[in-house]
């Protein structure tokens, strides 16, 4: 019996991350491998969301869970924003990809989602609230958007020295949390 995917979270500035996500082509029992992976990384990171970029996989497939519930989980493959609607509403925004950092970032409060389950069934969904902002921010990952590119000039300025801190752990070759042991 095969062991199960284990993945860990990518860490800006990681290249993998600045890339345009490739639509999925087959729904297969890999693919259903990835998407229950990527939610056991999400829940032992202690997340809400997660996209494929911040695996490591150039894949348009995100996976959520804004409720917290066993019920809750949410998979989008291949998802397209059809529509944002409503005023922006500002929330505190974090990322798997930004560890320690959070930043106010002002999002449509709805969206409109085409997209595939893990076995190919349609779905065409209106989210609102904490749900249709963590799509919203799993989207902007299979776009190569980034947290750091929705924040004000304030917001990076205050996030200065983590932002440096991650990118000169990415050049030593080393995950912030190891350079800060030694």
Partial sequence: MPHPLEFDVVLYPEPVLRKVSEPVQEF???LRAVVAAMFARMRKSNG???AAPQVGLRRRILVLNPGGGEGDDIALVNPMIVAR???RVVFDEGCLSFPGIYA?????????????????????EEYDGFASRIIQHEYDHLEGILLVDRMSPAEKLKHKAALDDLVAC??????????RQG
């Fill in 28 to 30: 297969d029992e890999n």
């Fill in 48 to 50: 809400v969301g997660l």
């Fill in 85 to 87: 609607e409503g005023g």
């Fill in 170 to 179: 990415y050049k030593r070759g080393r995950s912030p949390a190891a350079a």
């Fill in 104 to 124: 106010e970032i002002g999002r449509p409060e709805r969206c409109t989602v085409k997209a595939f389950g893990p076995s190919g069934e349609t779905i065409e």
